[in-house]
């Protein structure tokens, strides 16, 4: 039908392309008795006769004022026409859309012309992080490990023979545009006697996706596509893993769920089989990263597990990103016993054979006595931030306040999301546009993040 498909009746165009085109007329014709033209010399002239009998004698004031006033009501009615029109088409292709238009273009603006941020971990401390990234960048890429064996995850793993979805799952519900419903939805659990007791919906829809699509990657873009998902989750590698751990104590646990179960040290951490390819996608983000986060997350089957990937751990000592790591708030019983700071960046270090990191961002937050109590009954204590021994390392620490106001000891999105927002202003690589607008756009959404935040934890 091509141009002819704008006139047809119902998409609420035509009103408001008439109304534009009234403007134009207006501001011609004020134009016109504004600037003499002798075109409109007769519409002139009645001005004259019009200021005669107002004043009692000739002059062009009457003229001038109409000109004035009608190109100001010409002006005034194309740009509401305009937009009218802008609206209706957004109405029509985003209907779910909320916010000012204007504020809609320079979100979306702004987030694609972000920093690449490449997240690498998993578990609860990765989607938390995404949380917040997501309103610095849309360039946002979550390098995800695929070592979990229990749960909802594990079942499906052993029954279906894919990699376990749920760390995937989280991460996406996450970076969602819509994160509130989203996450309802998706970390629904049911329950009752039935084979689908304790099965997440979400670790189920991933399971169907993939296969539909052909594959977990393949069913991931899918996913990102249907929830509006503000960057991109890939997992580590496609292939079955295993982790394994040797403990202090000379006992051998096998399996993810085992080790954090254990209550043992860790003396090696190990993967069974030990050389998997990575992900190409993985690999990419990570060589193309502005930015490459570690953390935060449980120190060896969140975070070092990657990097027994050997194609992980090449390119994350070979990508000439800034490399921060997020250091846990509490230590974790067993896993990271008495461990500081330092201890969690010298694991690290020595995992990825070679000193890599630029930044560690640590908590300075103090808890309260009654969280300390509570968990200490829980065997665990809050991290030390060991800021001078780092810094003996050749690593600059950035103490902030991390920890949110709810009972539980753990990360908040939006300070995590300003600490990182905060030095990537200090390394200025928001080269794009003005600074001084970024910034204020940045703050701006921090302010997003904390509501949407507060409406999941109603709804939750």
Same mark, same amino acid.
């Given at each position: ?10 998409? !609420? ?8 085109? $009234? ?19 007769? #519409? ?22 109409? =000109?004035?006033? =009608? ?20 109405? #029509?292709?985003?209907?779910?859309? @909320?916010? /000012? ?10 987030? @694609? ?12 401390? *990765? ?21 979990? &064996?229990?749960?909802? @995850? ?12 749920? &760390? ?7 970076? $969602? ?13 049911? #329950? ?15 399971? $169907? ?34 982790? $394994? ?8 646990? *096998? ?19 030990? &050389?998997?390819?990575?992900?190409? /996608? ?88 009654? !969280?300390?109590?509570?968990?200490? #009954? ?7 931030? &060991? ?18 106001? /709810? ?44 509501? !949407?935040?507060?409406? /999941?934890?109603?709804?939750?």
């Amino acid at each position: 039908m091509g141009w002819i498909s704008w006139l047809c009746p119902g998409i !609420q165009l035509k009103r408001w392309l008439l109304l534009f085109t $009234a403007g134009v007329i207006v501001c011609a014709f004020s134009l016109a008795v504004l600037f003499n033209n002798q075109v409109m010399g007769m #519409a002139e002239e009645l001005l004259f006769r019009i200021s005669y009998l107002a004043t009692g004698k000739y002059g062009n004031g009457v003229a001038v004022a109409v =000109g004035i006033a =009608g190109m100001l009501l010409g002006i005034c009615t194309m740009i509401y026409a305009i937009k009218r029109i802008v609206r209706s088409i957004v109405e #029509a292709v985003s209907p779910e859309s @909320s916010g /000012s238009l204007m504020e809609t273009i320079f979100t979306q603006r702004k987030l @694609s012309s972000g920093p690449a941020i490449t997240a690498v971990g998993g578990g609860t401390g *990765l989607s938390t992080l995404l949380r917040g990234m997501k309103f610095i960048t849309g360039n946002c890429t979550a390098v995800v490990t695929v070592g979990d &064996d229990g749960g909802s @995850s594990g079942r499906l793993r052993q029954d279906l023979g894919i990699i376990p979805p749920g &760390d995937l799952r989280k991460c996406i519900v996450a970076m $969602a545009d819509r994160e509130p419903l989203m996450e309802r939805v998706m970390q629904y659990r049911f #329950a009752g006697d039935s084979y689908l007791s304790g099965h997440s919906l979400g670790n189920l829809f991933l399971a $169907a996706i993939a296969e539909t699509e052909g594959g977990m990657e393949e069913g991931l873009d899918a996913a990102s596509q249907i929830f509006k998902v503000r960057g991109k989750v890939v997992p580590s590698t496609l292939h079955s893993i295993q982790l $394994a751990a040797d403990m202090t104590d000379g006992t051998f646990v *096998l399996g993810q769920a085992e080790i954090a179960q254990a209550r043992k040290k860790v003396q090696r951490l190990r993967m069974l089989p030990e &050389d998997v390819p990575a992900t190409k /996608s993985a690999v990419k983000a990570i060589m193309n990263a502005d930015i490459l986060i570690l953390g935060p997350g449980s120190l060896y089957t969140s975070v070092i597990c990657n990097l027994l990937v050997p194609e992980i751990r090449e390119a994350v000592l070979n990508s000439k990103a800034i490399k921060i790591y997020i250091c846990n708030v509490m230590t974790q019983p067993g896993e990271t016993d008495g461990y500081g700071a330092y201890e969690h960046v010298k694991a690290i270090t020595e995992y990825a054979g070679a000193p890599f990191l630029d930044y560690v961002i640590v908590n300075s937050q103090e808890i309260s006595e009654e !969280q300390k109590v509570l968990y200490l #009954a829980k065997e665990q204590v809050p991290v030390m931030p &060991d800021i001078d021994k780092i810094e003996k390392m050749g690593i600059k620490v950035i103490p902030a306040s991390l920890i949110s106001k /709810s009972d539980m000891v753990r990360h908040d999105p939006q300070k995590l999301a300003q600490a990182i927002m905060s030095l990537t202003y200090r390394l200025r690589l928001f080269g794009r546009g003005f600074v001084f607008f970024d910034y204020f756009f940045m703050r701006h959404n921090m302010r997003k993040i904390a509501r !949407q935040l507060g409406q /999941s934890e109603k709804k939750a």
